[in-house]
């Protein structure tokens, strides 16, 4: 068997999120701005707290990101959901780069916020550990995960749930 990919670039991100990456399954990461990574350093299905997989990626923070302008004017801050949307991504994505077929759908989880994502931060550390990941009746993943801004954990994630449904 041939072995998988461990590291993902921008550029291939993108590709997944338009369905072009080699070896791709169903699944695909949400285009920009939604895209909440700008690269995979490490995926892997072995290891982790958990012994099952886990996968890490980055996110370069910059003052001209969409949320800042936005959220909220005057006190710009990355909303919570979307790095919580960024370890569901992650976790969907590592169902299908492990041989699950389907579509991500994230199915629940329990978060904890222990810090914020300001914009005079520079770089977001998104780390996921595979805790159980079905293959049948229905692809399914359930994840630990934290989010660290500049080194310091802001956000840990519990029971991360990610289903993919089939095609039809």
Known sequence: MAERQNAFGYEELLAHGRGELPGQMDARLPAPPMLMFDRITHIGDTDGEFGKGYVTAELDLRPDLWFFQCHFIGDPVMPGCLGLDALWQMTGFFLGWSGSPGRGRALGGEIKFTGQATNDKKLLEYRIDIKRHMR???????????VKADGEVIYVAENLRVGLIPVA
């Open 136 to 146: 049948s009746p229905l692809p399914f993943g359930i994840a630990t995960g934290s």
